[in-house]
T-cell receptor
Framework: ELKVEQNPLFLSMQEGKNYTIYCNYSTTSDRLYWYRQDPGKSLESLFVLLSNGAVKQEGRLMASLDTKARLSTLHITAAVHDLSATYFC???????????FGGGTRLMVKP | NAGVMQNPRHLVRRRGQEARLRCSPM?????VYWYRQLPEEGLKFMVYLQKENIIDESGMPKERFSAEFPKEGPSILRIQQVVRGDSAAYFC?????????????FGSGTRLTVV
């Protein structure tokens, strides 16, 4: 059974600081997704990572994938308050786009 | 393109009643997925459907829950005899084909409250 673990579960940081969220998964997969969720809202797709060594950047967020280590990271550079949200990674089970989600990282960026 | 449409957005049911949640996939999408999100948790896969077929229901509770995606109309997630533990947000996602990772799109969700 595929397990996906994120850490930390909760992150409080000051504006301007850098930090990394980690996503470990237990079995081989070639698709990893990062999503953002604001309270009471749906999921906003941030990144789709499809191959070992993939790195994607959008604004202050950068995601990478190491399929050999079964690890993805979401790096936040110079955080701003607008980035406050819950971030989820999700891994495709490998057959049919059925995703297994991590427990989420609740990020609070303080002014 | 209106995106993945779910309704209702909020649903309140008394214990023992039935809940029906609807999901209309994006135009051109023939694959539908249902997920449940309990408070403060990640989403949990429930069921994967194509038109008139259940492909994988490994995440569905064995009792009281059922799903369908008829030839015409939206996909329906049905919960019979709801209990307080069914209170959650239910999200639907659709994709055009399983080989397309970029087309995977979530709806806004239905928030079910059982009182």
């Amino acid at each position: 059974e595929l397990k996906v673990e994120q850490n930390p579960l909760f992150l409080s940081m000051q504006e301007g600081k850098n930090y990394t969220i980690y996503c470990n998964y237990s079995t081989t997969s070639d698709r990893l997704y990062w999503y953002r969720q604001d309270p009471g809202k749906s999921l906003e797709s941030l990144f789709v990572l499809l191959s070992n060594g993939a790195v994607k950047q959008e604004g202050r967020l950068m995601a990478s994938l190491d399929t050999k280590a079964r690890l993805s990271t979401l790096h936040i550079t110079a955080a701003v308050h607008d980035l406050s949200a819950t971030y989820f990674c999700a891994v495709d089970r490998g057959a049919g786009n059925m995703l297994t989600f991590g427990g989420g990282t609740r990020l609070m960026v303080k002014p | 393109n209106a995106g993945v449409m779910q309704n209702p957005r909020h649903l309140v049911r008394r214990r023992g009643q039935e809940a029906r949640l609807r999901c209309s996939p994006m135009k051109g999408h023939s694959h539908v997925y249902w997920y449940r999100q309990l408070p403060e948790e990640g989403l949990k896969f429930m069921v994967y459907l194509q038109k008139e077929n259940i492909i994988d229901e490994s995440g569905m509770p064995k009792e009281r829950f059922s799903a369908e995606f008829p030839k015409e109309g939206p996909s329906i997630l049905r919960i019979q005899q709801v209990v307080r533990g069914d209170s959650a947000a239910y999200f639907c996602a659709s994709s055009p084909m399983v080989t397309d990772p970029y087309g995977y799109t979530f709806g806004s969700g239905t928030r079910l409250t059982v009182v």
